[in-house]
């Protein structure tokens, strides 16, 4: 079975600085697909990112980017110039080309100070 | 236009009750899903229907039973409810092969 570890409980930035946060996941598979999702105080659930297992450029959404190094079966989420709107739990999530299912990390936490 | 749409959004019920929770999507995903998010906020995985059919059905209590009278619509009925009951319940729609899940605004249910 898959599993999507984010060791990172908390995180904070700087509101305008850049900050990463970790994702890895074990997978014996060759394709998937790795997502990233925002959740705010609200408690919706945003997609923020995804990414193709088969693609080798990351993918890049505005300010939100990914590192996604496949050999490492690593998965992580750079947001630049920091806003106080991103401030949120984040969740990695992973899935399968034929499964239906999302494999969620254990999410992130991020403060974004002022 | 509310694309994930479910309800009610807060649920607070005492022990023993049965209840509810509706889903509807109106995106034109042939599949559906129910997630528990716990205390910790994790996220979990109960159930999936493609196209009315069960797909999903991980080890969740048979008090919980899932129900999709059509592909836009997964309601989740909960008999004899239980204090380790509360939690946030997700409903989410996609196409099966690989597209991102939409995810509802949550259902908070306590039990008092």
């Known amino acids: 079975a898959q599993t999507v570890t984010q060791s990172q409980p908390e995180m904070s930035v700087q509101e305008a600085e850049t900050v990463t946060l970790s994702c890895t996941y074990d997978?014996?598979?060759?394709?998937?697909?790795l997502f990233w999702y925002k959740q705010p105080p609200s408690r919706q659930m945003i997609l923020v990112i995804r990414?193709?297992?088969?693609?080798?450029q990351n993918a890049t959404e505005n300010r939100f980017s990914v590192n996604f190094q496949k050999a490492a079966k690593s998965f992580s989420l750079k947001i630049s110039d920091s806003q106080l709107g991103d401030a949120a739990m984040y969740f990695c999530?992973?899935?399968?080309?034929?499964?239906?299912?999302?494999?969620f990390g254990e999410g992130t936490q991020l403060t974004v100070n002022p | 236009d509310t694309a994930v749409s479910q309800t009610p959004k807060y649920l607070v019920t005492q022990m023993g009750n049965d209840k509810s929770i509706k889903c509807e999507q109106n995106l034109g995903h042939d599949t559906m899903y129910w997630y528990k998010q716990d205390s910790k906020k994790f996220l979990k995985i109960m159930f999936s229907y493609n196209n009315k059919e069960l797909i999903i059905n991980e080890t969740v209590p048979n008090r919980f039973s899932p129900k999709s009278p059509d592909k836009a619509h997964l309601n989740l009925h909960i008999n004899s409810l239980e204090l380790g009951d509360s939690a946030v319940y997700f409903c989410?729609?996609?196409?099966?092969?690989?597209?991102?899940?939409?995810f509802g605004d949550g259902t908070r249910l306590s039990i008092l």
């Open positions: 999530a992973y899935r399968s080309p034929e499964g239906a299912r999302l494999t």
């Open positions: 997978t014996s598979e060759s394709d998937y697909y």
């Open positions: 989410a729609s996609s196409h099966l092969r690989g597209q991102p899940q939409h």
């Open positions: 990414q193709e297992a088969y693609k080798q």
